[in-house]
């Protein structure tokens, strides 16, 4: 005879398209195995405040191609204390819940990392994020919607920026890592991008003025990460204006639109392998883990290695970027 888990699962941190397609199957993956499952709303805050609902497969229905979270999220400042995370262990104990999916970002998933150790209890994290900044996975549910979403903007732009011979600095999310502005400077033929992750140029302004923005061209269009490190978009534009009066800059903010959005094929079946893989991997005794895949293997990488910051943007993607933008 099977033995009956029951499970909850929530999201948290900034929403990604495709967290949908990943509770749908961590859902009916779990149904599947005859356990119980608890949807839990607005992260750990929901959590905190014992805001659940049993879930059945019909819950999930008519939702894998839903961007945002049926669950919905929050970022949680109670559940950085430990009393806030004590009442959502009990709010646990007392719906019989026995393992908890954290579908998240860097920040959630540190957050079920420390739940996981003050109260011995199986946790196993998704990766969740647009940002692409986690280790142990090739990519994150909702990178590549979010990657696609900023091409197409940008393929915009180009055409307004040829027309009128400017530079446009495009500032894009990421927070601190740099593959959303790396990529998408690649793919939509962008002249540079600005990456916190760059330390090899102390100063990627003046090496890409340098390069020229060349007589070959007339206009101009960089790639700039949001993160503090590089300064954002506007740092950058204020910039050409006082060194370079001869240029004519603009800046474009593309902000929250990029985190909106119908998941991509590539989304919805990466998170749809996962959530799978996440049951299984529970089945089997793993706890603390963050599913993911490289190389189109699964992973199981330990939460607190996933979160270490220590998922670089090769030094290949760099490479590209300049050979291509002469
Ligand atoms: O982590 C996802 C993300 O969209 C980052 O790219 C961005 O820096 C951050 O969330 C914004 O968070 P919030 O919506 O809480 O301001």
């Not at 998240?104 to 994290?125: K, R, T």
């Not at 959303?180 to 890409?208: H, R, V």
């Amino acid at each position: 005879m099977k033995e009956v888990k029951t499970i909850g699962i929530l999201t948290s941190g900034g929403d990604a398209p495709g967290m949908n397609a990943c509770i749908r199957a961590l859902t009916r993956g779990a149904i599947h195995e005859g356990w119980r499952v608890f949807g839990i709303y607005r992260g750990f805050e929901g959590l905190i405040n014992n805001e659940m609902t049993e879930f059945t497969t019909e819950s999930v229905s008519n939702t894998i191609q839903r961007g945002g979270t049926i669950l919905k999220t929050a970022r949680s400042q109670e559940f950085m204390t430990y009393e806030g995370r004590q009442k959502a262990y009990n709010n646990l104990r007392e719906r019989g819940v026995d393992a908890l999916f954290v579908i998240g970002g860097n920040g959630s998933l540190a957050g079920a990392e420390q739940f996981a150790h003050d109260f011995d209890f199986p946790c196993i994290g998704l990766p969740g994020t647009i940002d692409n900044d986690l280790y142990g996975t090739d990519s994150t549910i909702g990178y590549d919607t979010a990657l696609n979403t900023i091409v197409e903007a940008v393929d915009k732009i180009h055409d307004t920026a040829t027309s009128h011979d400017r530079i446009f600095f495009i500032e894009v999310m990421g927070r601190d890592a740099g593959f959303l502005a790396q990529n998408s400077a690649i793919a939509a033929g962008a002249e540079a991008a600005i990456i916190p992750e760059d330390q090899t140029d102390m100063d990627q302004l003046s090496t890409f003025i340098g390069r020229g923005i060349r007589k070959s061209k007339n206009s101009s269009i960089v790639i700039v990460s949001e993160s503090p490190k590089t300064g954002g978009a506007m740092h950058y534009a204020e910039r050409i204006r006082t060194e370079y009066p001869q240029y004519d800059v603009r800046v474009t903010i593309l902000g929250y639109l990029q985190r909106g959005g119908t998941p991509t094929a590539f989304d919805r079946i990466l998170a749809s392998r996962l959530g799978v893989a996440a049951i299984e991997a529970l089945k089997e005794g793993q706890r603390n883990v963050m599913i993911g895949i490289k190389n189109d293997e699964m992973t199981y990488v330990p939460i607190a290695k996933a979160i270490k910051k220590d998922k670089p943007v090769e030094k290949e993607l760099i490479d590209v970027l300049g050979i291509l933008s002469i």
